[in-house]
């Protein structure tokens, strides 16, 4: 049998390491959210990436389908696009420039900061967006990207 | 002008507003817009008004509306008003305007139709080419998106069925358009050389068509599209030449490598031309038109992006010096003005997400793609020019 090697550090201290790796973490992997009634707990990865280059209309039960992003600029839509879509912002928006200049579809709708957006999220029937987990509540639904 | 704008906004809310049902519908409309500013100086030659002394004849100012009535009922329009030298005095035009019904749409797959005028998709830029946020430059690379007979290859009035392949590498999507496409003077100078008595005229519908292949990371784009075009000329009682048609097949293969701070494109095209039915003076110009270009870019800053690219085109891919085309027509037409070779430097400033600041640099060797209404006696162009120009854009 292995086992690893117990950890030679105060308990103290690796407490403090993992307070800051969980702290960085959130930071850098915002979490996937939706309305409470849209009745779903994951998504796919392919879907997630349609919903948001906004090619996915519909949930499966039909209804339409909100997405709302933050600002391009802003640091947690950069590692939502990074990370989780494996997108740069950049090439979301040229997706979206494209459909909306040419009649094919229109923009997400755009809030200023994430407080907007848990209230967008949890208010707006349909809706889909993303959130620092430190800010998740029970006003939305988290979904899990399988 | 404006109340044109608001006038041609309200008209179409007016058209969608029996199909609203929900209680928040508003949440379904959405408007747009941009405006952009341009400037214009060459040491020679014209482009975009008087160029040679400087020009600030190019705005181009767009707005539009969308109306998602259903999941999967998507009504949109947009009007245009461009402005550009000699050639388009900034009239407004619908742009596009259509009922997108996706007949399907699944994480697997989406097919659908769109009914009314769309914009065709053509090469990498041409569907929203008139949108400086989404061009590489200020001009796009003229050897393939000519600005002299671009209402011909820009929207097509008809059905336009797509239908799109998700897998776990990629997309695939194809594009099927039939159509008439708008015919305006610029056309008929181009391809027959003068504006005659007669008119040319949209023949048979113009088919579009596109198939692309975009990797699931965003990084490779490919794609090959193309449109087939039919012009008739009816010719008037005094023109010297008799009334034919015009045959084009215009089409571009792309290739698009984007990584996170630069991005390589290149695009070739070819356009065969043939001319039936005019008599001698013109049956015997049927060629091939050619263009391409190698473009990269890199980001210096997140909001600062620099541009480099090379490009040539050839009115004949088989006399690509002009020397025959120059002597057909006994001189007159230098040989310059049947090709052109340039190379091009541009920076791009995004001072906020919504307005931006372009400067470009362009060194140019031929005169071919120069409006011909802008410069008309040939022999007066010169061979080797620059070009300089700024613009400033705004969107919302």
Redesign the interface.
């Known amino acids: 049998m292995l086992y690893p090697r117990p950890i030679s550090f105060p308990k103290r201290l690796s407490g403090v390491l993992i307070a800051l790796i969980c702290a960085f973490s959130a930071y850098a992997d915002p979490v996937l959210i939706a309305h409470p009634a849209v009745g779903m707990r994951d998504v ?1 990865l ?2 997630t ?2 919903i948001f280059s906004m ?4 949930w499966p039960d ?5 997405v709302y992003v933050l ?3 802003s640091e947690v839509h950069r590692s939502f696009a990074k990370d989780l879509l ?3 912002p ?2 979301l928006r ?2 979206w ?2 459909q ?8 997400p709708e755009a809030v200023a900061d994430p407080v907007e957006m848990r209230q967008k999220v949890a208010n ?1 029937p349909g809706a889909i967006g993303y959130l620092p987990s430190e800010m998740i509540d029970d006003t939305v639904q988290v979904l899990s990207i399988r | 002008m404006a109340s044109c704008l608001q006038g041609g906004v309200a008209a179409l809310l007016a058209l969608v507003s029996p199909v609203l049902h929900a209680d928040d519908w508003t ?2 409309i ?1 408007v ?1 817009g ?1 405006m952009s500013q341009g400037f214009v100086k060459t040491t020679d030659n014209r482009f975009f008004g008087d160029s040679d002394d400087g020009s600030t004849e190019f705005t181009e100012l ?1 707005i ?1 509306a ?1 109306f ?1 009535a ?3 009922v ?1 009504l ?3 009007l245009l008003s461009r402005r550009a030298g000699d050639m388009y005095d900034g009239s407004p035009v619908i742009d ?3 009922v ?1 019904w ?1 007949i399907s ?3 697997e797959h ?1 097919y659908g139709v ?1 009914i009314g005028r ?2 065709n ?1 053509l090469g990498l830029y041409n ?2 080419r008139d ?1 400086a ?2 061009r590489p430059s200020i001009f796009l690379p003229q050897q393939i998106y000519f600005d002299q007979v671009r209402n011909l290859i820009l929207s097509a009035d008809g059905l336009q069925f797509y239908g ?1 392949l ?1 897998d ?1 590498q990629g997309t695939f999507s194809l594009n099927l358009g039939v159509g008439s496409s708008p015919v305006d003077e610029n056309v008929e100078i181009s391809f027959l050389g003068s504006d005659y008595g007669g008119d040319v005229e949209s023949g048979d519908p113009a088919i579009i068509a596109r198939g692309e292949y975009e990797t ?3 990084a490779w784009r490919f794609s090959l599209s193309a449109a087939k075009v039919n012009l008739s000329f009816d010719a008037a009682p005094a023109d010297p030449i008799g009334s034919g048609e015009i045959d084009l097949l215009y089409w571009i293969a792309s290739v698009q490598y ?1 990584a ?1 701070r630069w991005s390589l494109t290149a695009e070739y095209m070819e356009e065969p031309i043939e001319f039936n039915g005019f008599g001698p003076l013109v049956d015997n110009r049927d060629s091939t038109v050619q263009g391409y270009y190698l473009q990269g870019s890199y980001l210096l800053r ?1 909001d600062l992006e620099w541009v480099v690219r090379y490009s040539e085109g050839f009115t004949d891919k088989d006399d690509r010096e002009g020397t025959q085309q120059s002597a057909a027509t006994g001189g007159f037409v230098p040989p310059h003005a049947f090709y052109r070779k340039d190379w091009m430097v541009g920076l791009r400033w995004d001072v906020t ?1 919504s307005f931006m600041l372009r400067a470009e640099y362009q060194w140019n060797d031929g005169t071919w793609t120069l409006p011909r209404r802008e410069n008309p006696v040939p022999s007066a162009t010169v061979q080797d020019w620059e070009m300089f120009s700024l613009l400033a854009s705004y969107r919302f």
């Open positions: 796919s392919n879907s990436r349609l090619q996915l209309a519909q039909g209804g339409p389908v909100r600002p391009d600029d494996s997108l740069y950049r090439q040229r997706v420039d494209r909306l200049y040419s009649g094919t579809g229109q923009a707006t | 949440d379904d959405q747009h941009f767009g539009n969308s998602r259903t999941p999967s998507l949109s329009g947009q596009y305007a259509l997108d996706t749409n699944t994480p989406a769109m769309s914009k998709p569907d929203t949108v946020f989404t799109r998700y776990e699931r990371d965003g984007t996170e997140d997400p």
